[in-house]
C-alpha cells in the first residue's frame, strides 16, 4: 500500500515520467513543465535576494547604524531596514465612514450596487481571463494548433508591476498616513504573495476551475484546524458546523463530477497539491500583512510595499532564468495574449482597490457576502463557457458549500450584534492607580 502511494506522489511531482510515447523533442523540453522542479528554480532565484538582504538587514543592526550611520546613503537604509516611528502631530487618521448631507439610504444603496458591481466585473473576468490564458492555446490556425502560455511567474509579474503603478499613483494623489514600517518587512508578505499567487496559475494546469474556487472557499478548514493544534483555540459549535459542511459540499463536488479532459490520478494530485501550497502561502501573507498594520499605515500602503518587493522578486528571477525575454516574445507573438495579460493585471488592481473601499463603507460582513457570491457566478460561467462537466450531486455539493459560507456569515453577524447589545448598556471600566 506504501509503494502505491509513492509512486502516485511520484507522479504528481513528475507527471512526464507517466506519460508514454513522447518524442525526444518533448524529452528535452519536458524539464521545464514540471511544476515542481519550476518551483525550486523560482525559489531559489529569490533567494538570492532574500538571503543577501536578511544578511545585511542584520548587519546594520549589529552595528547600530541608526545610531553611527551617515553619508547619503543613511536615509534609504534607515527606511530600508529602521523605519521611522511617526509623531503625533504626524499621524493622518484613516478615513473613517463619514456621514454627509449626501448619505441617505438611496445614496448607500448607490454605494452598495456600485461596490457590488465594481466587484463582480473585476474578479468575474479576471477568472475567466485566468482560465483562457493558462489553459487554451494562442495562435491555432487549421493546419496549426498554435502554443500555451506556460510560464505563470511572468504573469505574476505583469498583474504586481499594474498593482504597483495603480497603488502608487493614489498614494501620490491622496493623503496617506506618515510610512513608519521597515521596508524589508514587506519582503516577507511579498515572497508568499508571489508564490500563492504562482501556485494558484500552475494548478489551472492540472484541475479545473471549480475545482480551485471551491478549495479556496474551504480554505477556513486548515485556518481552523492550524489554530487548534498551533494557538490552541476554541471555536464556537457553529463554527464546526460550518467547516464540516463546506467539507461534505467539496467532497461531494470531487467525487461525483465528471472527469476532465486531461485529469488522471497524476495530474489531480498535483493540483491539490499546488492548492494546498496556495492556500498556506496566502494564509501566511494575511497573517504576516495583519502584523504590519500595527504600524498604522493605510492598506494602499500596504498594496504598494507589497507589490514593490514582489516586482523585485519575479523580474529578477526572470532574468536569471531567461525566462523575462520569452515572455515578452511571446506577447509579440501573439497579441491576443498580450491583450488578455494586460487585462487580467487591470481587473485584479482594480478589483483591490474596491476591496478596499468595499470594506471601509460596508465593513467586512458585506464584503464576504459578494466575494461568496461572486465565487458561485464564477463557478456557473467556467461551465458555461469551458464545458467543465458538473453532476447534479457536484452542483449539490457547490450549493452546500456556499449555503455554509453563507451561514457563517449570517452566524458572526448574530454573535458581534449579541456582544454589542450586552456591551452596550455598560459603562467603560475606569482603572484605577
Known amino acids: 500500500m506504501d509503494t502505491r502511494w509513492w509512486t502516485l506522489l511520484v507522479l504528481a511531482v513528475l507527471p512526464s515520467l507517466g506519460a508514454g ?49 551617515r553619508g547619503l546613503c543613511f536615509p534609504l537604509v534607515k527606511a530600508c531596514v529602521f523605519g521611522s516611528e511617526p509623531k503625533a502631530s504626524d499621524e493622518v487618521p484613516l478615513a473613517p465612514r463619514t456621514e454627509t448631507a449626501e448619505t441617505t439610504p438611496s445614496w448607500q444603496a448607490l454605494k452598495l450596487v456600485f461596490c457590488a458591481s465594481g466587484l463582480q466585473v473585476s474578479y468575474l473576468t479576471w477568472g475567466i481571463l485566468q482560465e483562457r490564458v493558462m489553459t487554451r492555446s494562442y495562435g491555432a490556425t487549421g493546419t496549426s494548433p498554435g502554443e500555451r502560455f506556460t510560464d505563470s511567474q511572468f504573469l505574476v509579474l505583469m ?42 496559475y500552475e494548478a489551472l494546469k492540472f484541475v479545473s476551475f471549480p475545482t480551485q474556487v471551491l478549495a479556496k472557499a474551504s480554505k477556513v478548514i486548515p485556518v481552523m484546524l492550524m489554530g487548534k493544534l498551533v494557538s490552541r483555540r476554541s471555536y464556537e459549535h457553529w ?14 463536488f470531487l467525487l461525483s463530477s465528471g472527469p476532465e479532459p486531461r485529469s488522471s490520478p497524476a495530474t489531480t494530485l498535483s493540483g ?47 532574468l ?49 457576502i459578494i466575494m461568496t457570491l461572486r465565487q458561485a457566478i464564477a463557478i456557473l460561467l467556467s461551465c458555461l463557457l469551458y464545458g467543465h462537466t458538473v453532476t447534479v450531486v457536484g452542483g449539490l455539493g457547490v450549493a452546500v458549500v456556499f449555503a455554509a459560507l453563507l451561514l457563517r456569515v449570517y452566524a458572526r453577524g448574530r454573535l458581534k450584534q449579541q456582544r454589542g447589545k450586552k456591551a452596550a448598556p455598560m459603562e467603560p471600566p475606569v482603572q484605577k492607580v
Not at 176 to 184: E, I, K, L, N
Not at 239 to 252: D, K, P, R
Not at 334 to 356: D, K, N, P, V, Y
Request: proline residues 2%; neutral net charge.
Open 272 to 318: 491539490l497539491i499546488l492548492l494546498a501550497g496556495y492556500i498556506a502561502f496566502d494564509s501566511f501573507t494575511s497573517n504576516w500583512q495583519d502584523a504590519l498594520f500595527s504600524y498604522k499605515m493605510s492598506s494602499v500602503q500596504m498594496m504598494f510595499g507589497v507589490n514593490l518587493f514582489s516586482c523585485l522578486f519575479t523580474v529578477g528571477s526572470l
Open 239 to 252: 463554527e464546526y458546523l460550518t467547516a464540516g459542511l463546506i467539507s461534505v459540499g467539496v467532497s461531494m
Open 21 to 69: 510515447g513522447e518524442s525526444p523533442e518533448a524529452r528535452s523540453e519536458s524539464w521545464t513543465q514540471l511544476w515542481f522542479l519550476r518551483f525550486l528554480v523560482n525559489a531559489a532565484g529569490y533567494a538570492s535576494f532574500m538571503v543577501p538582504g536578511y544578511l545585511l538587514v542584520q548587519y546594520f543592526k549589529r552595528k547600530n547604524y541608526l545610531e553611527t550611520g
Open 320 to 368: 536569471e532564468q531567461g525566462a523575462l525575454l520569452e515572455g515578452t516574445r511571446f506577447m509579440g507573438r501573439h497579441s491576443e495574449f498580450a491583450a488578455h495579460a494586460l487585462l487580467l493585471s487591470i481587473c485584479s488592481a482594480c478589483g483591490q482597490l474596491f476591496i478596499f473601499y468595499t470594506i471601509g463603507q460596508f465593513g467586512a460582513a458585506v464584503f464576504t
Open 159 to 200: 498583474n504586481r508591476v499594474l498593482a504597483l503603478i495603480v497603488a502608487g499613483l493614489y498614494c501620490v494623489l491622496c493623503k496617506q498616513p506618515r510610512h513608519g514600517a521597515p521596508m524589508y518587512r514587506y519582503s516577507f508578505a511579498s515572497l508568499s504573495n508571489v508564490l500563492s499567487s504562482w501556485c494558484q
